[in-house]
């Protein structure tokens, strides 16, 4: 008999923690599954090749090579800012404002692509740069839609070389 008195009294003692520990998870499952929750964001994006051409004046933009492959869902670009510049814009084919090229409020970053940066394609582009040495690096934060801010090291080249 006192087998079943202490079965009894153990089972009466972790009924309630154990009730407990079922009814927040129940909860907690819930709120994830609404999307209270919120996602946990991995990092997808690659960064590959990032230079930074001087400029032979600092009266003239400063265009940048960059190499984003995506290894997970679509993003977006939406702005870019670094100490060694006071305004920086994306631009499509064109190196100077108003030039041929056109200003982007924002550029696609598709879904398991790569998407290249030059001045002859989607830019990166540094308006009246500070005094920029020849391997010297200069850090850009390019703000993502999905990815957010994400910090990159650009390599100053020679004028005209990736």
Same mark, same amino acid.
């Given at each position: 008999?006192?087998?079943?008195?202490?079965l009894?009294?153990?089972?009466?003692?972790?009924a309630?923690p154990?009730?407990c520990?079922?009814?927040?998870?129940?909860?907690? #499952?819930?709120?994830? $599954?609404? @999307?209270?929750? @919120?996602?946990?964001? +991995?990092? #997808?994006?690659? =960064?590959?090749?990032?230079?930074?051409? #001087?400029?032979?004046?600092p009266?003239t933009?400063?265009?940048?090579y960059?190499?984003?492959k995506?290894?997970?869902?679509?993003?977006?670009?939406?702005? $870019?800012?670094?100490? $060694?510049? %006071?305004?920086?814009?994306? $631009?499509?084919?064109?190196r100077? %404002? +108003?030039?041929?090229?056109?200003i982007?409020?924002?550029?696609?970053?598709?879904?398991?692509?790569?998407?290249? =940066?030059?001045? =002859?394609?989607p830019?990166?582009?540094?308006? +009246?740069?500070?005094?920029?040495?020849?391997?010297?690096?200069?850090? /850009?934060? /390019?703000?993502? +839609?999905?990815?957010?801010?994400?910090?990159?090291q =650009?390599t100053?080249? %020679?004028?005209?070389? %990736?």
């Amino acid at each position: 008999m006192t087998g079943h008195r202490g079965l009894a009294s153990l089972i009466r003692t972790v009924a309630a923690p154990v009730a407990c520990a079922v009814l927040l998870t129940g909860l907690l #499952s819930g709120w994830v $599954a609404t @999307g209270a929750g @919120g996602t946990v964001r +991995r990092m #997808s994006l690659q =960064f590959e090749l990032a230079a930074l051409p #001087s400029a032979h004046n600092p009266a003239t933009p400063a265009t940048t090579y960059l190499v984003i492959k995506n290894r997970g869902g679509p993003d977006e670009l939406l702005s $870019a800012q670094a100490p $060694a510049s %006071p305004q920086i814009i994306l $631009a499509r084919n064109g190196r100077q %404002p +108003r030039g041929a090229g056109a200003i982007l409020a924002s550029l696609a970053i598709p879904a398991g692509a790569t998407t290249s =940066f030059s001045p =002859f394609g989607p830019d990166i582009v540094l308006l +009246r740069p500070h005094a920029l040495k020849i391997g010297e690096t200069v850090p /850009l934060t /390019l703000t993502f +839609r999905h990815a957010g801010k994400v910090t990159v090291q =650009f390599t100053v080249t %020679p004028p005209g070389t %990736p």
